[in-house]
């Protein structure tokens, strides 16, 4: 007991976090060595349990299993020093002040800023509306040739499929506060360069599910629409079309909710709006302030949330 | 000259799996033809390759008095627009209403536009409205075409292909997802617009009872190929064997 309590909690609560070097990525693979080894010493029975698998079946697979584990404690262990964690930092007196006096500031927001902080709320919803409304039909007409089944199986038309998947992939992962950087340079800071910003992303993902509902319909009245000697226009227009109306009207509504959530955070970065706003008060460290817009913020993602998802299931 | 020739007629799907291997037949106007064979037998690849939905790789097809094996937009079009088609699972447009599915037979004959904004001449909704009553469904035109019952649903579906003006209409398993009631019902509306309005119809059954009641002639295919060219009351027992599989027994639809 004197042991533990002289030497392992005193050096436990002094101890600092170990730097990523050749020093702890030595002890990473060690640990990691010798947490496989007890894995092995006790036939896997810890993976077994964890995976609820019977995994021990032949040479090959008892190999991988075990490499797997190594893998995964490596990683962890690993990312534990990596990115610093330090208990010892969360829970220090000094933190914890630091924490309290935020938490409290936040806790008793100063509503003289509420004026200020409605209308750029505002903005931001506005922001997030008119992105969707731009996005919509431009995504709506993209939709057709991003959808395998209407394209078909002409290598010219395979190919117009493929390098507009392609091209709204990468859309994709250029995430939306990249896009509303580019544009506060482009067309200067405010909701704006946040709107387009928004609208970019915004095209790429409904195009994304559209084009999926697209692919999902019924085949019969494709067939029977292009029996009746129908053109392709006809078809999509009649088949294709009547089967996506209310799914496209649902992922519409939920993408407006999304970006009222995102034109928030383009507003960090010069998108306008509420975001804008926050980290004025934030840079000028007034906390009470702060504490309000996060108030208001919360507040109406939340009512959107609500709202969006009770006409979502309306449409059904 | 018949309506429909089909000549040594393949189908080969791209994994290889031959569907048809070679059928040749003819129709004549206004024939009863029915085609029967397990599922799996090519009868709907068939059906298909009449109006070309589905692509042929080989033989010919020849529709009135015209090589249509190889025709290609407008032309195939019009081919299309000329025969009108019934589905086992109906294919109407759900969220529509019933007057608005039967004139989408009108489609093939409509120019493009003008028909995507519904701008049907009044002349085509009178013949939409004289097909549902031939139909008996006319009470129903305003209505959803998803809230209609199957047997319904499939009258539907015979007053738009009827709204083609067609001379050939191809029912595929017309019959398969209804109750026996219903389907002597959709059977009579196939059969009267055969008699009464001379249109031939070409369509793929499974029951034999109905077979015998509606046909007036009987293709029969096994895997691809076809095994009895005939009347429908010269299914013997032995006929019934050798296309069905020794284990088959029948099965009466009254």
């Known amino acids: 007991m004197a ?60 190999l ?118 580019v544009f506060s340079v482009w067309v200067g800071i405010g909701p704006f360069a946040g709107m387009l910003a928004l609208v970019i992303h915004t095209i790429a993902s409904l195009t994304k599910q559209y084009s999926e509902q697209i692919e999902d319909v019924d085949d019969g009245p494709i067939e029977a629409i292009s029996a009746t000697g129908a053109g392709r226009l006809q078809v999509l227009w009649f088949a294709i079309v009547p089967q996506c109306v209310i799914p496209f009207l649902s992922f519409t509504i939920y993408r407006w909710d999304i970006n009222v959530r995102m034109a928030t955070i383009i507003g960090f970065v010069g998108g306008g709006g509420i975001g804008t706003l926050l980290t004025q008060y934030q840079g000028l460290a007034r906390y009470h302030e702060v504490g309000t817009l ?23 | 000259m018949a309506l429909l020739s089909v000549r040594n007629l393949t189908h080969t799907y791209p994994n290889g799996f031959h569907s048809l291997k070679g059928i040749s037949f003819d129709v004549e106007a206004g024939e009863f033809l029915v085609v029967i064979g397990l599922s799996g037998s090519g009868k709907s690849t068939l059906l298909r390759c009449l109006n070309r939905l589905i692509e042929p790789t080989g033989g010919s097809l020849s529709f009135n008095n015209s090589d249509v094996s190889h025709i290609t937009g407008d032309a195939l079009r019009a081919h299309r627009a000329e025969i009108g088609m019934v589905f086992q699972h109906f294919n109407l447009i759900g969220r529509h209403n019933v007057l608005n599915n039967v004139l989408y037979g009108a489609l093939g004959s409509s120019p493009t536009i003008s028909s995507m904004l519904r701008r049907f001449t009044v002349e085509q909704i009178r013949r939409a409205n004289e097909a549902l009553r031939v139909v008996g469904i006319s009470e129903k035109a305003n209505v959803r075409a998803d ?63 109905l077979v015998r009641q509606y046909a007036s002639r009987v293709i029969a295919l096994k895997s691809g190929e076809i095994v009895f060219n005939g009347q429908p009351l010269e299914i013997t027992e032995e006929w019934f064997r050798t296309i069905y599989g020794d284990e088959a027994v029948e099965v009466e639809v009254r």
């Open chain 1, 294 to 316: 996060i108030i208001l913020i919360t507040a109406v993602v939340w009512m959107l949330d609500v709202v969006s998802s009770r006409v979502r299931q309306a449409l059904r």
């Open chain 1, 64 to 181: 991988t299993y075990h490499l797997g584990w190594f893998a995964l404690t490596a990683f962890i262990l690993g990312g534990w020093i990596i990115t610093d964690i330090s208990p010892i930092e969360f829970f220090s007196g000094q933190g914890l002040q630091g924490a309290g006096r935020i938490f409290g500031a936040l806790l008793t927001p100063e509503f003289d800023v509420i004026g200020e902080a409605l209308s750029a709320m505002v903005v931001t919803i506005f922001t997030a509306f008119m992105a969707t409304v731009i996005a919509v039909p431009l995504s709506f007409l993209l939709s057709f040739p991003a959808a395998r089944n209407v394209m078909g199986r002409g290598v010219a038309a395979r190919t117009v499929y493929y390098v507009l998947r392609a091209f709204l992939n990468i859309m994709r992962s250029m995430e939306p506060i990249i896009w509303a950087i």
């Open chain 1, 3 to 62: 042991l533990l309590e002289r030497i392992v909690v005193p050096s436990l609560l002094d101890a600092q976090p170990l730097a990523f070097g050749p020093i702890s990525i030595g002890l990473i693979i060690a640990g990691s060595i010798a947490w496989m080894l007890f894995g092995l010493l006790y036939g896997a029975s810890l993976g077994k349990l964890y995976v609820g698998l019977d995994v021990a079946d032949g040479p090959a697979r008892t």
């Open chain 2, 147 to 209: 809230t209609l019952s199957g047997g319904q649903q499939q009258r539907v579906a015979i007053a738009r292909a009827l709204m083609q003006d067609p001379k050939l209409v191809l029912a595929d398993e017309p019959v398969a997802s209804l109750d026996p009631a219903t389907s002597h019902s959709v059977m009579t509306y196939l059969e009267r617009i055969n008699t009464d309005m001379g249109t031939t119809v070409i369509c793929n059954l499974h029951f034999l009872s």
